[in-house]
């Protein structure tokens, strides 16, 4: 059922997943006040004007961060994410709020802490959220932890991880931000997905149809049809 502040739920598709990370805040506003209705715009528009005003705490916690907590009821849950991040971007939350937002908040507040990174964290300081979101089976949090913050920041050896951790747990590796780029001639990328491969043959089971795209990806000589030039 389509929750009653949204004007359609099949208009969301394409605010999920890393796309999140992917949009400017600017962008995403707009995009996201074009899709609640008046009584959810209105609150949206009071709760970026709270964080921008008072970023800081005023007792044990932010006004910006008990409206984290509302989003949900309030746009609804399938606009709640980008809410979120809106809120963020708006406080300017640094590290250390964005660590205690992640510590202290459910599952879908993490996610937007994971969504907002590339827009408020420039270094790696933050990787050990990611790090964190990595080590979970959540299949959203893991799909916001592979984005562009990621891409930029997180070691060969982790983001390898990462990739065949997409591959056990089910998330597209669509969701891998920069995935192009980061997997071309990876010689060691090629080596732990053949093993995978070999690993799921012998066990009789079948080999992600993900698992060779990313194997083409990581061949030098290769242009993978329909995926070379884009971003994924």
């Known amino acids: 059922m389509t929750h009653p502040h949204a004007h359609q739920a099949t208009s969301t598709a394409d605010t999920q997943g890393t796309t999140l990370a992917r949009t400017p805040p600017h962008d995403l ?9 008046g009584t959810a715009r209105a609150w949206l528009d009071q709760a970026l ?8 705490a ?6 910006w961060e008990l409206r984290l907590a509302e989003a949900g009821r309030r746009c609804g849950p399938e606009h709640a994410d980008a809410a979120r991040i ?8 640094d590290t250390d709020a964005l660590t205690r937002v992640y510590a202290q908040g459910t599952a879908a507040e993490r996610r937007a802490v994971l969504h907002a990174l590339p827009h408020l964290v420039p270094g790696p300081q ?9 080590r979970t089976n959540d299949t959203r949090l893991l799909a916001a932890a592979v984005g562009p913050y990621a891409a ?3 070691d060969a050896h982790h983001w390898r991880h990462a990739v065949l951790k997409c591959l056990f747990t089910g998330v597209p590796v669509n969701e891998v931000a920069d995935l192009d780029r980061r997997a071309h001639a990876d010689d060691e990328l090629a080596r732990m997905l053949g093993d995978y491969a070999a690993e ?3 066990a009789g089971r079948p080999v992600p149809q993900d698992l060779h795209r990313v194997l083409t990806l990581t ?12 971003e994924s």
């Open 29 to 37: 506003h707009s995009q996201l006040a074009n899709r609640l209705d």
């Open 49 to 56: 004007d709270e964080a921008a005003t008072h970023p800081g």
């Open 58 to 63: 005023h007792g044990p916690i932010t006004v």
């Open 86 to 93: 809106l809120i963020l971007h708006a406080a300017r939350a």
């Open 126 to 134: 933050a990787l050990p959220l990611v790090e964190d979101a990595l």
């Open 152 to 154: 930029r920041h997180l």
């Open 200 to 202: 799921r043959t012998a």
């Open 219 to 230: 061949d030098p000589t290769a242009t993978p049809p329909g995926v070379h030039g884009k």
